[in-house]
């Protein structure tokens, strides 16, 4: 029988559990030999339709090789505390809420043992355990306060800054993310002062932000980086050091111009 292992960061509780069970499950479906598949006879020569359905899909049923390596991709304590939840009342103390799981967390409570609990359920448990006392409000008042540093690497600070996007669901258009992204984002007093000093300065990160409107993630952080492009082929046309946009350091040592 094949085996696989997890070679990733394991899921701990802040984060955010949905993208880690993706992972896992595309992990899962993709091992040799079909190991956490249902088989291809499952259900037998009278299987019913719904059985034959199954055949060569994810098996997460309770109890499985599936649900049993998921538990493996989990911080050890956090694992240990879902898998102890066993008892006969249907509580936060003793069983595991498993009801599908969004932002706001609205959904009435659905409890389940562990030992009864399918890959989906706990993924569901997980999700919401993990993002335990997260609201909205919350989400984006730990999103207002990472500005992005210049001169650092602009692209993974904006994928980090859609991961807790996509945390928001449905709740936050993409409109009001760029008007939130683009606060965070040097301006026009941020710029090196040889290229504020241009006939025609180059436009800004905040500017090209403002302007994005609906563009998805993917084409708005296309605009962005060849903002930063451009930024940097004035700086080089201004034969500053470096291609540095920003400004420089004071006598002091400190940087001007980072937000």
Known sequence: MATIQWAADKLQTGEHAPPHFRQVRNLLESAPGNTYLYPDDFGGGQAT????????????????????????????????????????????????????????????????????????????????????????????????????????????????????????????????????ISELLPGDEDMHPSLLDMRRPPESLQGCAEALGSESLTMAKAKLVKCIAKLAQAAKKKGIAGQQWWPGETAAGKTRGTR
């Open 49 to 180: 339709a719904a059985q034959v359905a199954l055949r060569g899909t994810l098996d997460g049923r309770p109890n499985s090789r599936a649900v049993k390596f998921a538990m493996t991709t989990i911080e050890s304590d956090l694992a240990d505390d879902t898998a102890l939840k066993n008892g006969a009342a249907a509580d936060d103390a003793e069983q595991l809420q498993v009801q599908p799981w969004a932002m706001p967390d609205i959904a009435v409570a659905v409890y389940q043992p562990f030992a009864d609990c399918s890959l989906l359920d706990l993924e569901n448990y997980l999700s919401r355990k993990c993002k335990e006392g997260a609201t909205i409000d919350s989400l984006i008042t730990d999103l207002e306060g990472k500005d992005f540093k210049s001169g650092s690497d602009f692209s993974i600070w904006y994928d980090e800054r859609g991961r807790e996007y996509r945390q928001m669901g449905n709740h936050v258009s993409v409109r009001e993310f760029h008007k939130m």
